[in-house]
């Protein structure tokens, strides 16, 4: 997958040089998440995310945009359950992910753009948290989850100054987040934050 992931990263350079004569600008963004599972009894969880860019212009218009991203992603339960006669409430389950999204974007007016592409994703850490007799409960669990997930994002975003800007996006899983074939569940996420190109 690096092998990969470094293959794709060598034909955004190459398009970039041979069609436009604007430079890659580096960037960071951080902002909130608002994460869910499909097809499973569960409800939006909120979480962070920050990372790093490089926006690649390729055409007047065009521009590539790969990224490095911790998300904190996950859900939380629709309702508590019994544990027999005991409650067990704030039942939620914390995936921590390192994502590679590459958006494609088309710049529709010099502030304002349309954002679409890939994103893959590493589980790095994963933490089912509850409450049980008024006490805080938290489990390791990656155990459970697969290491790779693969979703499709789309987006628009705002430049305030040339450095400065705003970006939602929405991020929809492709691929199971669970093994061994228990359940379908699929990430799903939206995100919304601030994002800084350096001069």
Do not use: C, H, W
């Not at 629709?78 to 921590?96: C, H, M, R, T």
């Not at 948290?129 to 975003?157: I, M, P, Q, R, Y």
């Amino acid at each position: 997958m690096k092998k990969q992931l470094l293959s794709l990263y060598i034909v955004i350079g190459t398009i970039a040089s041979a069609q436009s004569t604007d430079r890659p600008r580096f960037g960071i963004k951080a902002g909130g998440n608002l994460s869910s599972f499909t097809g499973s009894d569960s409800k939006s969880k909120v979480g962070f995310y920050a990372g790093v860019f490089v926006n690649v212009p390729i055409a007047e218009t065009f521009s590539i945009q790969p990224e490095v991203v911790y998300s904190q992603q996950g859900a939380k339960a629709k309702d508590k359950y019994l544990f027999g006669a005991i409650p067990v409430k704030d039942i939620k389950q914390i995936l921590g992910y390192i994502n590679v999204p590459v958006m494609v974007q088309y710049n529709a007016t010099p502030k304002f753009y349309l954002e679409a592409g890939p994103e893959f994703s590493f589980l790095i850490n994963a933490r089912a948290k509850e409450n049980f007799l008024g006490e805080s409960l938290s489990t390791d669990n990656k155990n459970l989850f697969n290491a790779f997930n693969f979703g499709v994002g789309l987006g628009l975003g705002y430049r305030f100054t040339p450095n400065l800007g705003v970006n939602a996006r929405y991020i929809a899983g492709i691929s199971k987040i669970v093994k061994d074939d228990f359940g379908d569940s699929k990430n799903t996420n939206m995100q919304l934050g601030i994002n800084y190109s350096f001069p």
